[in-house]
């Protein structure tokens, strides 16, 4: 939460970080983020809202797959991360695309039709 200085603001520090330290690790080269403050105030975003979707079980496939490419970037930016802390996440993120959020999800929740509507019908998680 510290990527935050107020309602959309970001702190100088998350900018220097995007603008200055912040590199891609890309076939042994080292590249300066592109558009550095919009991706940092998407990183930020994502990283409230993504989670939300994933505990209401909102939209948990896609918010699950955008976990994985935001997994895939911090590893590009921090090569050495993999075993202890990219692998992890990337596993658990790959876990909601394949088998969804479970049958107390809004997604379930959302699809479901009263019997008899004549709606296509929709298969279960």
């Known amino acids: 939460m510290?990527?935050?200085?107020?309602?959309l603001q970001l702190h100088p520090g998350a900018k220097y970080l995007f603008q200055q330290e912040f590199k891609l690790h890309i076939l042994g080269g080292q590249f300066a983020y592109p558009l550095p403050l919009v991706s940092a105030s998407l990183a930020g975003i994502a990283e409230i809202v993504l989670p939300i979707f994933l505990v209401l079980g909102l939209g948990t496939r896609f918010a699950a797959v955008a976990i994985m490419a935001m997994t895939v970037v911090i590893q590009l930016t921090i090569p050495d991360g993999w075993a202890n802390f990219h692998l992890p996440w990337a596993a658990m993120a790959l876990a909601l695309v394949v088998y969804g959020g479970g049958r107390l999800s809004l997604d379930v929740l959302l699809m479901k039709r009263p019997s008899g509507s004549g709606g296509p019908a929709t298969r279960p998680i």
């Open 2 to 7: 510290t990527r935050w200085d107020g309602f």
